[in-house]
């Protein structure tokens, strides 16, 4: 074996904390193309949601290491860190070896929020959720409360590798048939908004619009695969929704009813409802309580160039001027205050991603509503790749400081 580099172990290192924190392919690739450069070596990596290969040297004589990494979520404030960590190795403020033991530090970095507070996120997030979608204040109540059921079993599906593989189902499960028994108490409560608003963070939405994102730049396999992951999730959030609407017709006090109506609340509760949407999501996503405030211009911005454009070009386009303005802001965010775009980019995205559609799209498949399916299934399509082509049009306009 070659004498080790400890550029070498940089970059391999550098590669799995980022894979590790949910940076897609393109920008992963990109990153690290970057500061292979810098530090003078020639090298090529390729990136997949469970792997990444890195090659250094001459084609024929290349040094390939191979890193079985797990998918893992945004988190802000390891990506922030991760900046830094690149930035002081660029000044010169630290070298390579003290850059890698950084990264290290980085990696085994703890949340900056505990159980408690990242399951009463969750629940506010659920029930600014409903009121995005129309629903009344008892629908509102009902999902913020089943949130916090959801919340629960994604801290204690934590504990478990095989508990967790099946914590969509699960959750998705429980959620429906607390809905139908709180529909049997309260005959006046919309079931639809309060099922889907209690799962909307497990909503493979935003893995959804990476995948596209990466087939759009070129990165074909990762696409795919991610894909196809997103799918998945969807699957067993449906399936769990099915098993419990099934289970329900089993107790008499939880008759199947016609669903109602839900009564929509008056137009001034959107904005708190926003206020309250913007801090859950900079918990779920452990951003920095700093970033909270440019969190907040991101998420408004998107939101308003998203309802904008839906007056404009319609529902399915509309969220492309959203995508754009918020790719502008985290691109000038980035360039201005030399932090990654993505603290301002991905809570931004979650406002706008196609989750919803994509559920109420299998429901409709469930139900055997084949044209309805469809339907909704090409809506969904249509928003995400508005969202990507927004976000790739604001990569031109602004070019970003650097790809992360």
Not at 96 to 103: C, D
Not at 300 to 326: C, E, K, N, Q, Y
Request: proline letters at 6%; a neutral charge; glycine letters at 10%.
């Amino acid at each position: 074996m070659p004498a080790a580099d400890p550029r070498i172990d940089f970059l391999i290192a550098l590669g799995r904390t980022l894979h590790e924190n949910g940076i897609p392919a393109h920008r992963l690739e990109d990153t690290l193309g970057v500061a292979a450069e810098r530090l003078g070596l020639r090298a090529e990596f390729f990136s997949t949601p469970t792997s990444l290969i890195s090659a250094f040297g001459e084609p024929g004589s290349q040094q390939t290491a191979l890193s079985r990494v797990t998918p893992g979520e945004f988190r802000l404030d390891r990506i922030v860190a991760l900046d830094d960590v690149v930035e002081d190795l660029w000044s010169g403020a630290i070298t390579v070896e003290q850059a890698q033991e950084r990264l290290g530090e980085v990696a085994r970095r703890p949340s900056p929020y505990g159980p408690v507070l990242t399951v009463a996120a969750l629940a506010a997030a659920s029930g600014g959720a409903a009121r995005f979608f129309g629903a009344g204040l008892a629908e509102v109540c009902a999902s913020a409360v089943l949130g916090l059921v959801v919340g629960g079993l994604g801290v204690a599906a934590q504990r478990s590798v095989t508990v967790g593989r099946v914590y969509e189902f699960a959750a998705a499960m429980t959620a429906t048939l607390l809905a139908v028994a709180a529909g049997a108490l309260w005959p006046a409560l919309a079931l639809a908004p309060v099922v889907v608003s209690s799962i909307i963070v497990l909503l493979p939405g935003l893995t959804l619009t990476l995948a596209l994102n990466e087939l759009a730049t070129g990165h074909l396999v990762s696409g795919t695969a991610r894909l196809t992951g997103s799918l998945m999730t969807l699957l067993k959030l449906g399936l769990g929704v099915g098993i419990g609407q099934q289970l329900a017709t089993l107790v008499p006090a939880l008759a199947a009813r016609a669903d109602v109506q839900p009564e929509p609340l008056a137009d001034w509760t959107l904005a708190p409802a926003l206020l309250l949407t913007v801090p859950a999501l900079a918990i779920l996503f452990r951003a920095r309580r700093r970033e909270w405030p440019w969190i907040l211009a991101g998420v408004v911005t998107a939101f308003g160039g998203a309802r904008l454009g839906v007056h404009l070009l319609g529902p399915a386009l509309g969220a492309l001027l959203g995508a754009l303005l918020a790719g502008l802001a985290g691109n000038a965010f980035e360039r201005r205050r030399r932090r990654p775009a993505v603290v301002m980019v991905v809570p931004s995205l979650i406002m706008l991603v196609p989750g919803s559609i994509g559920y109420r799209s299998l429901s409709f498949l469930m139900q055997r509503d084949v044209v309805g399916g469809i339907d909704s299934a090409v809506t969904a399509l249509l928003v995400g790749v508005s969202l990507v082509a927004g976000l790739l049009l604001a990569n031109v306009l602004v070019p970003p400081r650097n790809p992360l």
